[in-house]
């Protein structure tokens, strides 16, 4: 079984300050982990995954995540935030085996606020 | 436009009745998920289906049923609707079948169900 935890359900910056969302996961298997973004109104994207390999995971609009496996985190940062990327977040787990392949276990997000 | 398409976008109904939400995954996609996203839930997985056959189910209560067509577009069946009903319903796909690694969902934009 897998879980999420995702701390803090509300996150406030600057524009242009780093952003910092964090994730810690549970996985009884090798854990797939995931960041989607929802902009209001729209349904999720995905921002980056990890599967295997690099622990350092770079995706869209200049996110990226770090896998620590000795902290079972996938913090989610960004070095500049934008407005543009005031959105809902979520971390996501999936696990390396069985039925739970593509079977997605959502956090319960993190609303990114960007003030001016 | 992810490429996945939900109809309709937006429902509202009254308590006892019964909806029918509507998926067409995006092309090439054998595998559909739906997911419940409310407040006080956040984003529960319901249930896979893999080329027409049911996969994994989830927190799917006994009133909701799904089924996948051969064109592989999807429907979930809300019954005896109650006011906890309310919720925004995605519909995600993706290409590999369960076990085949790790697989990226694409989401619809998503049904709003309000029961009144």
């Known amino acids: 079984a897998q879980s999420v935890t995702q701390l803090g359900s509300h996150v406030s910056v600057s524009e242009g300050a780093l952003v910092l969302l964090r994730c810690n996961y549970s996985s009884s298997v090798p854990p797939y982990l995931f960041w989607y973004v929802q902009y209001p109104n729209q349904g999720l994207q995905l921002l980056l995954k990890?599967?295997?390999?690099?622990?350092l995971v770079k995706g869209i609009n200049g996110f990226e995540a770090e896998f620590k496996k000795s902290e079972t985190s996938f913090h989610l940062t960004k070095p500049s935030a934008h407005m543009s990327d005031a959105a809902e977040y979520f971390c996501?787990?999936?696990?390396?085996?069985?039925?739970?392949?593509?079977?997605?276990?959502f956090g319960q997000g993190t609303i990114l606020t960007v003030h001016p | 436009d992810s490429g996945v398409t939900q109809t309709p976008k937006h429902l509202i109904t009254a308590t006892g009745q019964r909806v029918t939400l509507r998926c067409s995954p995006r092309?090439?996609?054998?595998?559909v998920y739906w997911y419940q996203q409310s407040l006080d839930q956040g984003l529960q997985f319901l249930i896979q289906y893999y080329n027409g056959e049911e996969r994994a189910k989830g927190n799917i209560l006994e009133r909701f049923s799904a089924q996948q067509f051969p064109d592989l577009h999807s429907e979930l069946n809300l019954s005896s609707l109650e006011l906890g009903d309310s919720a925004l319903y995605f519909c995600?796909?993706?290409?590999?079948?369960?076990?085949?690694?790790?697989?990226?969902?694409?989401f619809g934009a998503g049904s709003r169900l309000t029961v009144l």
């Open positions: 995600a796909s993706s290409v590999a079948p369960p076990g085949s690694g790790a697989n990226v969902l694409t």
């Open positions: 092309s090439g996609d054998l595998s």
């Open positions: 990890y599967t295997t390999g690099a622990t």
């Open positions: 996501a787990v999936t696990g390396a085996g069985g039925t739970s392949y593509g079977k997605l276990t």
